[in-house]
């Protein structure tokens, strides 16, 4: 189901009043969208289903914020992060999200759920854009992927750290 979308370099956005929310399993298949996660994408629910949610990652995004993610909901901690999606049509559009892990009634982690807002302007134009391409150019300095990434990820951590005690202190200060 996933077509290869080349970016358009649009920016679209959504109602500062919704929340876009999806429930993955633990593979991060897709097993819930909400209306607002089909509208602002461009798929139906019936495409979306089943899928990765990685099919509305934006190529911009660097790797390392990825890891972070997924090294944070895996250890069975919730993480706020800044990300740039991009749409059916090749649109994008930045979230600020929110994702935890979901946990059965043994409280074994089951699956994952985001819920993402509409994001601070100042923090995406003046601070995370930079960073990312930043991020990114990193990244793809290195002919070895896993060397770029690490490279990469030890960045944002010392960016992120730099006069503040943690990640989350610097999310929440943009």
């Known amino acids: 189901m996933p077509h290869a979308v080349t970016p358009t370099q ?20 897709l097993t819930y969208t909400n209306r607002a996660f089909c509208d602002i994408a461009g798929y139906t629910e019936k495409e979306l289903l089943g899928q990765p949610h ?3 990652r934006h190529p911009d995004m660097p790797r390392a914020v990825f890891k972070l993610l ?6 069975g901690r ?4 800044y990300v740039k999606n991009m749409a059916r049509n090749g649109d994008h559009y930045w979230v ?6 979901s946990y059965d009634q043994n409280m074994k982690i089951c699956g994952f759920h ?3 807002r509409v994001p601070r302007r100042d923090a995406v134009e003046k601070i995370i854009t ?8 990193i990244e793809s300095s290195f002919r070895n992927a896993k060397e770029g990434l690490a490279a990469s990820y030890q960045h944002l951590m010392k ?16």
């Not at 997924?70 to 250890?75: A, E, K, N, R, T």
């Not at 930079?130 to 150019?137: H, I």
């Not at 992120?160 to 989350?168: I, L, N, P, R, V």
């Open 159 to 174: 960016t992120a750290t730099a006069g503040k005690a943690s990640y989350d202190e610097f999310i929440f200060s943009l």
């Open 78 to 81: 919730e993480v706020f992060a």
């Open 96 to 101: 600020f999200a929110h994702v935890t892990p």
């Open 70 to 75: 997924w090294d944070s909901i895996q250890d």
């Open 54 to 56: 990685s099919m509305i």
């Open 10 to 29: 649009h920016e679209i956005f959504f109602d500062p009043d919704s929340f876009i929310v999806s429930k993955t399993d633990l593979k991060g298949r």
């Open 114 to 116: 985001s819920n993402r």
């Open 130 to 137: 930079p960073l990312y391409a930043e991020l990114a150019r």
